[in-house]
């Protein structure tokens, strides 16, 4: 097992190096000097004249490439990186200040749609050919065929605008601080974020909880004369779960910044938002960097359910 | 619920009839017909095909089906809210918001579809063709395709649209470079188990090139699949340039576009008042792709009978 879980990090490491090639290479490509990018804006700021060609020598940008790319490197390692275009803050300041919100907003839609989906799957694979089973197969494809941002705005006009029971935009007011007073701005973003992802678990819920009824061991369990009920959901649901638990470790990564729509809409002050913002303003530097950490958490959460599924399931191995 | 056998769904009840009149010898030509057969007895995706058709045909012949120019500028005749003379209103600069929907469909509709063909195309023709001829070869694409998937699709798009630019071409070009892998990883594990078959033996024994035995023995059987993933990823590039476009980041918003159209909901006021100007697109928009959406599954249903649940 653990040489299994070594050989899968291992396995990473190349690809991840060639990603962080990747990442250095568009942002060396920018459009601009790279000087912004290193340094912070208050050292370039205080420079005498002509001290800037002696700043760039000591920080080595007129080193060949690959000294310039290992150096970088070796700045992510040590937690440095690099500057944004247009704020000039440093980016591990942007990414701090904006990783909460977005965790907040996509754990929130994460454990409602992993709730609402698994239930109503298991439902409707429980209820196979009936006329439930066949609605919400139809809810669940509108589901995933309504642009998530026009469902926002709809959800905007319908319960801000027009009725005013809720914030439509933000994430806290001024002077507010503990969780509940932001409660109300979380409710509209996490919902509409859970509808679109409800769909896809319930499917999933759906498809493995079928696939388990039909197994030896609920046979087994109902010829023992187990009530119905146990045995679907202490037999059937067990097993059943396991690759919709999986699903759901790969769904919390990709939210990080696969939720840039929504929090764009509800003006969620996330990492998704500053995606959008750094994209719209050609802030390469920053973009590169958001989409490195997203692939680098995709990437981990991709360890962490492999060697969870080995575990679980024996037959499954590293071929 | 004792003795209970797997219960009949409509579909199942279905199947045995078709089932039943091939068996007795009322049809002809079997194989092909099967699958056009159960997909014609999916309602659901019959529904999807006639909007499917309604709407494409109302975009591609847009001149005939509207009074106004798109671009019309009527400054006079701004924000009105739907009559006679404009059926959906007029927008924030008086253009007349029902052709510019239908207009504006015909670049949603072909990036879209454009995407979807697009990577169904490379990514097939590469995974047949690179798999069966070799593991080096195949290797390389395959490391590639992970780390293109290993980035959520949405980041990867917004990724190049700041590398590449802001352009209709440059777009459809992301979706076909964010597209190929998923179609190129299904056709290569298909391709991989159908090239131990005999008959492929067989092909290679009587001498035939490679490119025949691939193209033409081979790529047919991967067809069914690549079919629904060519109607799944045009439903989700149309929702992706929609969004996109809505953020302003698509298509160049002097181009119509469903989501250019959108685009001006980022307003409130608009949002608030004047409800024509991006409420009917939003509705075609869900409408177009949840009709893609049943197509895609009925395609599935009728070529992937595992796929039914």
Known sequence: MLVYTLRRILILIPMLLFITFLVYTGIELMPGDAIDYIASPEAIANLAPGALEALRESLGLNDPFIFRYFRWLGNIFKGDFGYSLSSGLPISVIVYDRLPATLELAIAALILSSLFGSILGVISALKRGSILDYALSVVGMIGVSIPQFFFGLVAIVLFALKLGWLPYAGRTLPGYVSFFDRLPHLILPSLVLAFTMTAGVMRYSRTSMLDSMNKDFIKTARSKGLPEWRVNLIHGLRVAMTPVVVLIGFRLPSLISGAVVIETVFHWPGMGSEFIQAVRSQNTPLVMMISFFSVTAVLAASVVVDVITALLDPRVRLD | ?309
């Open chain 2, 1 to 309: 619920m004792e003795n209970k056998i797997k219960r009949k769904t409509r579909l199942d009840r279905r199947m045995d009839k078709i089932r039943a009149l091939e068996e007795s010898g009322q049809l002809k030509n079997k194989r092909v017909n099967r699958y056009f057969r159960k997909f014609k007895n999916n309602r659901l995706a019959l529904w999807g095909v006639i909007v499917f058709a309604v709407i494409v045909v109302l975009c591609t012949f847009a001149p005939i089906f509207t009074r106004h120019d798109p671009g019309e500028i009527d400054v006079l005749n701004k924000f009105q809210p739907p009559s006679r003379d404009h059926i959906l209103g007029t927008d924030q600069i008086g253009r007349d918001v029902y052709s510019r929907i239908l207009y504006g469909g015909r670049i949603s509709i072909l990036v879209g579809l454009g995407g979807a063909l697009g990577a169904a195309i490379i990514g097939a023709s590469l995974g047949c063709y690179v798999v069966y001829k070799g593991r080096r070869l195949d290797n390389i694409v395959m490391r590639f395709s992970e780390i293109m998937m290993s980035f959520p699709q949405i980041v990867l798009v917004l990724l190049l649209v700041t590398v590449m630019g802001q352009s209709l071409n440059n777009l459809l070009l992301i979706f076909i470079l964010t597209g190929w892998g998923g179609v190129y990883r299904m056709a290569r594990s298909k391709i991989l188990s159908i090239r131990e078959e005999e008959y492929i033996q067989a092909l290679e024994a009587f001498g035939l090139s490679n490119f025949v035995i691939v193209f033409k023995h081979m790529l047919p059987n991967v067809l069914g699949p690549i079919a629904v993933n060519i109607t799944l990823s045009t439903a989700m590039f149309v929702l992706q340039e929609a969004a996109l476009s809505f953020l302003g980041l698509g298509v160049p918003l002097q181009i119509p576009t469903w989501g250019n159209i959108l685009n001006v909901a980022r307003n409130v006021a608009i949002l608030r008042n004047n409800w024509w100007m991006w409420l009917p697109v939003g509705l075609v928009i869900s409408v177009f792709v949840l009709s893609i959406n049943f197509i895609g599954d009925g395609i599935r249903d009728s070529v992937d009978p595992t796929q039914q649940g």
